[in-house]
């Protein structure tokens, strides 16, 4: 034991006067007298945190018999001013690979540092860190990326609060940078990645089940507003500044395609099949594997709405069973419908490697098997309705539905993007067929048999449109009959199969003649405008109306009137209590006479409103613009209506603009013609010619092949 401990003791004394000897340090741990200061930290050069930031001082005179203080590098005004380490919890710590020691270092050395560092804590070297051991993703010049779905790297960098320390290049700052709306440019490729060897190159292992993503956040290559898909963009080579092609359309950021191609699957790849297939039939294959992996995709955010939301105990414990149905209606007959068509789109993949088509499975499932989305849409007004009840007027709804939406599975999603997933589905359905129509345009067979799925799904989707109109028209008449009060003028019969709600609001009265001088007592009135008459009445409560007055659409008249155009009596402008005045006249009204009103809205933009309705038989008469001319917008996110001059869109739909005022746009709607307002917010505008007018030519063959 004595001999143990002895030798331990000797071997100090020879590491201590070996560490001596090689700094030249005096009995005191000081630096010799007759040696200039030593400023490189103990052969550890490769250490960025270590590197010399300033000259050395000069060195002692002789005179000078005192010892100096070591003044090492994290002690330099450089190293406090710009900060030394980047602390990490190491259970947040990802390592991708094991780091191999640093080079240029001697073993000698290596034993002398960490001896050093048991004597001075300071003196330890600074931990290695690389952007590999971030499980993150990095843009350009080291910019997070969007779509980040690692909450370990986010809380990490959280806590990395050093006050004043600031990254330069090579470091990462530990405040997050605000990200922009348009990501950058793509990384340029490599020219050797052709048409050819594209699909090997880029071969997947595994099956495109093994990582199904959420339908909310994928946007099919099949919905590209021009001839192209992004699968042919993405097969030229960008340029070496990585920017993209003057053809290329306007991709939505926060969309991310399906996760594998059809030419990266392993089966495709081992084939051999890619070396003789023709362009165009890659692009069909392409085409029909989309819409297989799309519907694998929704059909796993359906089940996820029907694990958690429906089938939840204690969401349904805050609501009554009539509040539960119509929030989630027949969403068990639309799954049911999904896996169904997702089984026969399987069966038929697996069974070649080369599909030979799937229309007839697109026509078999819209006319016989997809009724279920008829009903779930007719139902959307109720849903709605319900969800805002709920939401507004139930804190334990609340309090449950927040629990459930911060779950994992739900990838932080609202439940509302999972309710209007069947309107999503089934409104994208038909482009994604007519992009299949467009790869079969060589082959007549296949394209009569894609034109007529085109035609069955069509259909179906005015089938949905029709079922909602119809529910929510239906209901608003049989409510408005309750509420409007006709006795003191001749009763009109409100209720008609043909007759619904275009706009209702209130609205000032700033002169009024004849019949109006009834409203003279109260300088509103409240308007209610259907697709045949204007209703004019007095507003009693909330739901109470007494109609003062009405007149056939076809017997208006309506003028914009400029403030400035206004004038006092007594001289003046009116333009200060009359922000945005127009004039209706009333050509025939109820007791067959001519009446005007000078009505004033609060806004711009709800004047516009105001007249675009009141004139829409009026447009319709004038006949469709050149469609050429008009702005086109991409709907980056889904809007919901609120008001009924209000449109419905979903992710990806294009809209032409035919009118824009105040922060809204006015459109109409490419996949079906439907028009109504929307924020300007919720688009972005297509400036690229080719996909404008690619566009055009595709909105007209949808209306000639399917009737819309």
């Given at each position: 034991?004595?001999?143990?401990?002895?030798?331990?003791?000797?071997?100090?004394?020879?590491?201590?006067?070996?560490?001596?000897?090689?700094?030249?340090?005096?009995?005191?741990?000081?630096?010799?007298?007759?040696?200039?200061?030593?400023?490189?930290?103990?052969?550890?050069?490769?250490?960025?945190?270590?590197?010399?930031?300033?000259?050395?001082?000069?060195?002692?005179?002789?005179?000078?018999?005192?010892?100096?203080?070591?003044?090492?590098?994290?002690?330099?005004?450089?190293?406090?001013?710009?900060?030394?380490?980047?602390?990490?919890?190491?259970?947040?710590?990802?390592?991708?690979?094991?780091?191999?020691?640093?080079?240029?270092?001697?073993?000698?050395?290596?034993?002398?540092?960490?001896?050093?560092?048991?004597?001075?804590?300071?003196?330890?070297?600074?931990?290695?860190?690389?952007?590999?051991?971030?499980?993150?993703?990095?843009?350009?010049?080291?910019?997070?990326?969007?779509?980040?779905?690692?909450?370990?790297?986010?809380?990490?960098?959280?806590?990395?609060?050093?006050?004043?320390?600031?990254?330069?290049?090579?470091?990462?700052?530990?405040?997050?940078?605000?990200?922009?709306?348009?990501?950058?440019?793509?990384?340029?490729?490599?020219?050797?990645?052709?048409?050819?060897?594209?699909?090997?190159?880029?071969?997947?292992?595994?099956?495109?089940?093994?990582?199904?993503?959420?339908?909310?956040?994928?946007?099919?290559?099949?919905?590209?507003?021009?001839?192209?898909?992004?699968?042919?963009?993405?097969?030229?080579?960008?340029?070496?500044?990585g920017t993209r092609k003057a053809a290329a359309p306007?991709?939505?950021?926060?969309?991310?395609?399906?996760?594998?191609?059809?030419?990266?699957?392993?089966?495709?790849?081992?084939?051999?099949?890619?070396?003789?297939?023709?362009?165009?039939?890659?692009?069909?294959?392409?085409?029909?594997?989309?819409?297989?992996?799309?519907?694998?995709?929704?059909?796993?955010?359906?089940?996820?709405?029907?694990?958690?939301?429906?089938?939840?105990?204690?969401?349904?414990?805050?609501?009554?069973?009539?509040?539960?149905?119509?929030?989630?209606?027949?969403?068990?007959?639309?799954?049911?419908?999904?896996?169904?068509?997702?089984?026969?789109?399987?069966?038929?993949?697996?069974?070649?490697?080369?599909?030979?088509?799937?229309?007839?499975?697109?026509?078999?499932?819209?006319?016989?098997?997809?009724?279920?989305?008829?009903?779930?849409?007719?139902?959307?007004?109720?849903?709605?309705?319900?969800?805002?009840?709920?939401?507004?007027?139930?804190?334990?709804?609340?309090?449950?539905?927040?629990?459930?939406?911060?779950?994992?599975?739900?990838?932080?999603?609202?439940?509302?993007?999972?309710?209007?997933?069947?309107?999503?589905?089934?409104?994208?359905?038909?482009?994604?067929?007519?992009?299949?129509?467009?790869?079969?345009?060589?082959?007549?067979?296949?394209?009569?048999?894609?034109?007529?799925?085109?035609?069955?799904?069509?259909?179906?989707?005015?089938?949905?449109?029709?079922?909602?109109?119809?529910?929510?028209?239906?209901?608003?008449?049989?409510?408005?009959?309750?509420?409007?009060?006709?006795?003191?003028?001749?009763?009109?019969?409100?209720?008609?199969?043909?007759?619904?709600?275009?706009?209702?609001?209130?609205?000032?009265?700033?002169?009024?003649?004849?019949?109006?001088?009834?409203?003279?007592?109260?300088?509103?009135?409240?308007?209610?405008?259907?697709?045949?008459?204007?209703?004019?009445?007095?507003?009693?409560?909330?739901?109470?109306?007494?109609?003062q007055d009405y007149a056939q659409v076809e017997h208006?008249?309506?003028?914009?009137?400029?403030?400035?155009?206004?004038?006092?009596?007594?001289?003046?402008?009116?333009?200060?209590?009359?922000?945005?005045?127009?004039?209706?006249?009333?050509?025939?009204?109820?007791?067959?006479?001519?009446?005007?009103?000078?009505?004033?809205?609060?806004?711009?933009?709800?004047?516009?409103?105001?007249?675009?309705?009141?004139?829409?038989?009026?447009?319709?008469?004038?006949?469709?613009?050149?469609?050429?001319?008009?702005?086109?917008?991409?709907?980056?996110?889904?809007?919901?209506?609120?008001?009924?001059?209000?449109?419905?869109?979903?992710?990806?739909?294009?809209?032409?603009?035919?009118?824009?005022?105040?922060?809204?746009?006015?459109?109409?709607?490419?996949?079906?013609?439907?028009?109504?307002?929307?924020?300007?917010?919720?688009?972005?505008?297509?400036?690229?010619?080719?996909?404008?007018?690619?566009?055009?030519?595709?909105?007209?063959?949808?209306?000639?092949?399917?009737?819309?």
């Amino acid at each position: 034991m004595s001999q143990r401990h002895s030798d331990s003791s000797l071997e100090d004394k020879l590491l201590e006067c070996r560490f001596y000897s090689e700094l030249c340090l005096d009995a005191k741990g000081n630096p010799a007298s007759r040696l200039p200061m030593v400023r490189e930290t103990l052969g550890v050069r490769d250490n960025a945190t270590f590197q010399p930031d300033i000259p050395g001082p000069p060195p002692p005179s002789s005179e000078d018999t005192e010892p100096r203080t070591v003044i090492l590098s994290t002690q330099s005004a450089a190293a406090l001013k710009m900060g030394t380490e980047q602390l990490i919890p190491r259970s947040l710590a990802v390592s991708s690979k094991a780091k191999a020691p640093a080079r240029h270092q001697s073993f000698g050395a290596a034993v002398l540092s960490k001896e050093a560092a048991r004597r001075d804590p300071r003196l330890a070297p600074a931990p290695s860190f690389s952007l590999d051991d971030m499980d993150m993703d990095v843009g350009p010049r080291g910019a997070l990326t969007r779509n980040l779905r690692n909450q370990s790297y986010r809380a990490a960098m959280k806590g990395l609060g050093a006050p004043g320390s600031q990254g330069g290049p090579g470091h990462l700052s530990p405040k997050l940078q605000s990200l922009a709306e348009e990501s950058g440019q793509p990384p340029a490729r490599c020219p050797a990645k052709n048409k050819r060897t594209l699909g090997r190159k880029r071969a997947h292992k595994g099956s495109f089940k093994d990582d199904p993503r959420f339908y909310q956040e994928i946007r099919e290559r099949g919905l590209n507003t021009s001839q192209e898909s992004d699968d042919d963009l993405l097969d030229e080579p960008h340029s070496p500044q990585g920017t993209r092609k003057a053809a290329a359309p306007i991709v939505v950021k926060s969309y991310r395609p399906p996760q594998v191609t059809w030419s990266q699957l392993p089966e495709v790849v081992e084939s051999g099949i890619l070396d003789t297939l023709p362009a165009e039939e890659r692009k069909r294959q392409e085409a029909i594997f989309e819409i297989l992996t799309s519907e694998f995709s929704y059909q796993h955010s359906l089940g996820i709405l029907v694990a958690e939301f429906l089938q939840s105990r204690e969401l349904r414990a805050t609501m009554t069973q009539t509040d539960h149905h119509h929030l989630f209606s027949n969403i068990l007959d639309v799954l049911s419908a999904s896996q169904k068509f997702f089984e026969d789109l399987e069966r038929r993949h697996k069974a070649q490697v080369c599909v030979e088509d799937i229309s007839d499975i697109l026509e078999e499932h819209a006319e016989r098997h997809f009724h279920p989305y008829i009903a779930y849409c007719s139902n959307e007004v109720y849903q709605q309705r319900a969800l805002q009840k709920l939401t507004s007027g139930s804190a334990a709804f609340r309090e449950v539905l927040r629990g459930i939406e911060q779950r994992p599975v739900c990838g932080g999603l609202p439940m509302i993007s999972f309710l209007i997933l069947p309107m999503q589905r089934v409104t994208r359905l038909p482009l994604l067929t007519d992009t299949l129509c467009l790869k079969t345009q060589g082959h007549p067979e296949r394209y009569k048999a894609a034109s007529r799925a085109l035609k069955a799904i069509s259909k179906l989707v005015r089938q949905c449109n029709e079922g909602a109109h119809r529910m929510e028209r239906t209901e608003q008449l049989y409510v408005l009959h309750k509420q409007l009060d006709f006795s003191k003028v001749k009763s009109l019969p409100l209720i008609s199969a043909s007759r619904w709600l275009l706009k209702r609001g209130e609205l000032f009265v700033v002169e009024e003649t004849g019949l109006f001088r009834k409203l003279a007592s109260r300088p509103t009135c409240y308007l209610f405008l259907f697709n045949d008459v204007l209703v004019v009445t007095r507003k009693k409560s909330e739901e109470s109306f007494v109609v003062q007055d009405y007149a056939q659409v076809e017997h208006l008249q309506v003028q914009k009137v400029e403030a400035s155009e206004l004038s006092l009596p007594g001289g003046g402008s009116r333009s200060s209590s009359v922000p945005h005045p127009f004039q209706v006249t009333l050509l025939r009204n109820s007791e067959g006479r001519q009446e005007s009103i000078l009505l004033s809205s609060d806004s711009a933009s709800d004047r516009a409103r105001w007249i675009t309705a009141l004139t829409h038989m009026e447009r319709q008469w004038q006949g469709p613009a050149n469609k050429g001319d008009l702005l086109q917008v991409e709907v980056t996110k889904a809007y919901l209506a609120k008001q009924v001059d209000e449109i419905t869109l979903q992710q990806a739909d294009v809209v032409l603009i035919l009118q824009q005022e105040d922060g809204w746009f006015y459109g109409e709607r490419l996949r079906d013609g439907e028009m109504g307002w929307f924020p300007e917010d919720f688009a972005r505008c297509i400036t690229n010619q080719v996909a404008v007018e690619g566009n055009v030519r595709r909105m007209q063959r949808l209306r000639v092949e399917t009737d819309v």
